[in-house]
Each structure stands twice: as structure tokens, then as C-alpha cells.
């Protein structure tokens, strides 16, 4: 039988008493596992923070070593009790901490983080919790092994902060590695470039590091334990009853985790398109040994009778419009654009453009640096650069959106009935999902209008 992957996430990893849950959940797993795991809770944000200051003061070293060393010794105290296992499990959490020391005070002494670095000292997050996961199972006699991704070749494209795994050559180097019968413990959220460099995936990348895994081997499943109750029809801080989702597609999920629903890393289901490896949710919090998914995706795509599964939304959108009479007609202006941002590192959400402007979505951090670099290139075809930050962007996720008709018409005419204007709207990009922008004032009665109308009564 294939093995599943099986990711425990920071939230599963807050408190001391979390981890016995954790435990119990691996307890409860009769066939072999992989288990990916994540920094505990703030870690990696506490890391973020400490490395920015150990530029410029020596002392906030030895603050953050403290800091890692108390955090996990004292999950370690709680539950190894032997002097021996523990004296040994502490020796080890201190060696590689000493480690991350070594790397703090080389940035110290740069007076500067090259990203190589950046993304090294970003890793020990993942790098201490599962070397703490491990001593923990073996202690409580789960026979395990700990393996870093940089050890088995879990190979990536080399961009720093953002890595994509190259599935094939990682699937060449991992495939045959899980073949004792214990659990294999993995910290996530980082591979290998091939020049060997440490590159991590981008915040959340742990789950993507599971998939990505499992792709690899060929897994049974993916199981992501989370504190929260999987997808819901609307996050639950906007809309009073949301439904929760039993099923989804991996396309349904990926547009939402694109989209919002602020669950998943972007590209956590990428690597499962055109496999049979389903991913389950489950319930840290819930007791009890048979475990439910509280939502299972799969590539089975089923379309619900009123289509929208979802309705999830973005604020943090920055709109940059260019008046550009005759783009429709003229080649190379978009290309120079794309281009230009490109060079900054800068993620364009979409890009939507007739004939006399164009519509570019970027992250509302990003709008400034675009919006100057773009004025910089002095096009004398774009005659106004105009940019917006107060828009929010509502996507409605289905099966079925692009074949099934009325869904559009039910959405616009429930946000028109709340004197809410629509900015712009795409639809047809996506199989299965539209999108459009209001105003960010209008964002929660829009959300809760297109909700009552797709999901009212249920
Ligand atoms: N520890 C990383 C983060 O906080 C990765 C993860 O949790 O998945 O973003
Ligand atoms: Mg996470």
C-alpha cells in the first residue's frame, strides 16, 4: 500500500498541549506515513523579525537562539521524561541551533542578507520542529527518521522566497527513499536549487511541500491537519452561517487558496492535477479515533445544482490603470510592461485590457513600485497612469461556471439590488470561477448578498 503524506501546520504547533493531539493523530495512522511539518507557531514571523535586526545589533543573536532553544526545550521537557533521551534530545536541538548562530553572525559581520542567506536562516523554523517531532516519536517508541529536503533532493527552481519544486527531477531522487516500514519526518517549506542552495517556497509553503511530496512517491493521500473547519461557502467573519464543503476539485481549491480563502499555499494543488491523490482535511480538535475529512479534494470535479461552491474575496488588491488609446491594435506595449515588472520580482495578479486602456492587478504593496517603474519606461502610447488601492476583489469558485448559464446574471443582479457598482468584471479565464472588483467599502455587502443568493435557505 502507497503511504500517506501527512502535514501538521504551525497552528497545530502552538501550544504545548497541541502536540499531544498531534501525537494522537499519528497514532491513529495504521499504515506508514511521511510526515511534513511546519515551524511552530510564529516561528518563522519571530525569525523574519530577528533576522532584519541581527544586521545591525549583535545582541538580538543571542536573543532569538534563547528565544528557539526555550521555545522547543520546553515542548521537549513536557514530553520526554527520561534524563537520558531528554539530555539527548536537548544536545541535538542545541547543535542546531549553534548552527543558525554561526549563520546569524556571518549576516552580522556582511552588514547585509543575501537572499541565499535569507532563505537558510528562514529554514531552521521547520528544521527544529521536526528534529523535536522526532525525538518526541521515538521517545513515545514510533520508530521515525527525520530527512532534510536538501539531503533526499527535493529539487527546486532556485528563485529565493518563491521556489517551485521540479516534480520530475525530485520524483527521480525521491521515489524509492521511504522504504523502511517507520515514519519519515520532513520538514516542509524549503528544497534544493541545483546549485545546491537552500530556497524556501513562499509563507505557507509547507503545504506545497506535502503535495509536492506526494506526488513524488505516489501517495495514498495528503492529509492536512488544521485548527480551522476547511472550506466554507464564506469566511466566517463576513458571512453569519457559511456552509462548510465536503468536496472540492483541485481547481475549485486552488482558485479559493488564489482567491482568499487564506487556507492553502497557491500552489498546493498543482502538483496533484491529473493524479489520483486525494487531499483531506481534517480537525486537529476533533476526539476520537475515526477521524472525518471535513473536506476532501480530489480531481473529481462534481458541479452543484446552483453551481457556486464559494464566494471569497481579497483586499489587499492594488489596480493599476493605464489609458492607452489603440493598445488593441499596437504590439509590444504589453510586453514591455510585463517586462519592466517582471524585473522587479512583482507578481501581476491578471491583466485585463480592451481597446483603449488596460487593467493591471498586483498586490496593493506592489502598486507604487509598479506604477513608477511603468511611468519610467515613458511609452508614448500610454497617455494616463492611474492607480487604486481601495478595491476589493469578490470570486464566486464552481464546477460548472464555464458551462452552466445564469450564474453570472444571479450575481450581478443581487450585488445591483445593494446599490453596490461592479469596477470590473472577468469571467471566462477560469473553468471555474468569475471574479469581479467593488469598491473595498462595498466588499462585506457584496460578499453577503452574493451568499444569500447562492446559498439562502440551506
Ligand atoms: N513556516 C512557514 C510559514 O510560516 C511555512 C508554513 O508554515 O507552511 O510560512
Ligand atoms: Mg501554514
Redesign the pocket.
Known amino acids: 500500500m502507497n503511504r500517506r503524506v501527512v502535514k501538521f ?2 497552528s497545530n504547533l502552538k501550544s504545548r498541549e497541541d502536540i499531544l493531539r498531534v501525537i494522537t493523530a499519528i497514532k491513529n495512522y495504521h499504515e506508514p506515513i511521511v510526515i511534513v511539518v ?2 511552530l507557531y510564529g516561528v ?1 514571523d519571530r525569525l523574519i523579525k530577528s533576522v532584519s535586526k541581527v544586521k545591525r545589533d549583535k545582541d538580538a543573536i543571542d536573543i532569538i537562539l534563547k528565544d528557539l532553544y526555550n521555545s522547543h526545550r520546553r515542548i521537549a521537557l513536557k514530553y520526554i521524561k527520561d534524563p537520558d533521551a531528554r539530555n539527548e534530545t536537548l544536545s541535538k536541538l542545541k547543535q542546531r541551533i549553534e548552527k543558525l548562530g554561526q549563520y546569524l553572525l556571518g549576516i552580522h559581520c556582511l552588514e547585509d542578507i543575501p537572499n541565499c542567506a535569507d532563505d537558510m536562516l528562514l529554514s531552521y ?2 528544521r527544529l520542529s521536526s528534529l523535536l517531532l522526532e525525538s518526541i516519536l521515538r521517545y513515545m517508541k514510533i520508530e521515525s527518521k527525520e530527512l532534510l529536503p536538501e539531503k533526499i533532493g527535493l529539487v527546486t527552481d532556485g528563485e529565493y522566497g518563491n521556489a517551485t519544486i521540479d516534480l520530475e527531477q525530485s520524483k527521480k531522487n525521491i521515489r524509492n527513499i521511504f522504504s523502511e516500514n517507520i515514519t519519515y519526518i520532513i520538514p ?2 524549503y528544497g534544493i536549487s541545483t546549485e545546491y542552495r537552500i530556497t524556501t517556497l513562499g ?5 506545497y511541500s506535502a503535495s509536492a511530496i506526494a506526488y513524488c512517491i505516489d501517495a495514498s493521500s495528503v492529509d492536512i491537519w488544521k485548527d480551522v473547519s476547511g472550506f466554507l461557502s464564506a469566511d466566517p467573519c463576513v458571512v453569519k452561517h457559511p456552509v462548510s464543503i465536503k468536496e472540492l476539485s483541485y481547481n475549485e481549491a486552488a482558485e479559493l487558496s488564489y482567491f482568499g480563502a487564506r487556507i492553502f ?1 497557491p500552489l498546493t494543488f498543482e502538483p496533484l492535477l491529473g493524479k489520483r491523490i486525494p487531499v483531506r482535511i481534517f480537525d486537529i480538535n476533533k476526539e476520537g479515533k475515526k477521524q472525518i475529512p471535513l473536506t476532501v479534494i480530489s480531481n473529481k470535479g462534481t458541479i452543484k445544482r446552483s453551481v457556486v461552491k464559494s464566494v471569497a474575496y481579497l483586499d489587499n488588491i492594488g489596480v493599476i490603470k493605464l489609458g492607452t488609446p489603440g493598445i488593441g491594435i499596437k504590439s509590444n506595449i504589453l510586453n514591455q510592461i510585463i517586462y519592466q515588472i517582471s524585473k522587479l520580482g512583482i507578481n501581476i495578479k491578471t491583466i485585463i485590457s480592451s481597446m483603449t486602456s488596460m487593467n493591471i492587478l498586483v498586490s496593493k504593496s506592489d502598486l507604487n513600485k509598479c506604477c513608477r517603474e511603468i511611468a519610467a519606461l515613458n511609452l508614448l502610447t500610454i497617455d494616463s497612469i492611474k492607480c487604486y488601492d481601495n478595491s476589493s476583489l469578490i470570486a464566486l469558485v464552481g464546477e460548472g461556471m464555464d458551462t452552466r448559464r445564469g450564474i453570472a446574471v444571479r450575481a450581478f443582479k443581487a450585488v445591483a439590488e445593494k446599490n453596490v457598482n461592479i469596477q470590473l468584471i472577468a469571467s471566462g479565464s477560469s473553468r471555474v470561477a468569475i471574479y469581479f472588483l467593488v469598491s473595498r467599502k462595498d466588499r462585506t455587502k457584496t460578499i453577503r448578498a452574493v451568499h444569500d443568493e447562492f446559498f439562502a435557505g440551506k
Open positions: 501546520g504551525g511546519s515551524a518563522t523554523g521547520e516542509g517549506f509563507r505557507g509553503g509547507s503545504d499555499h
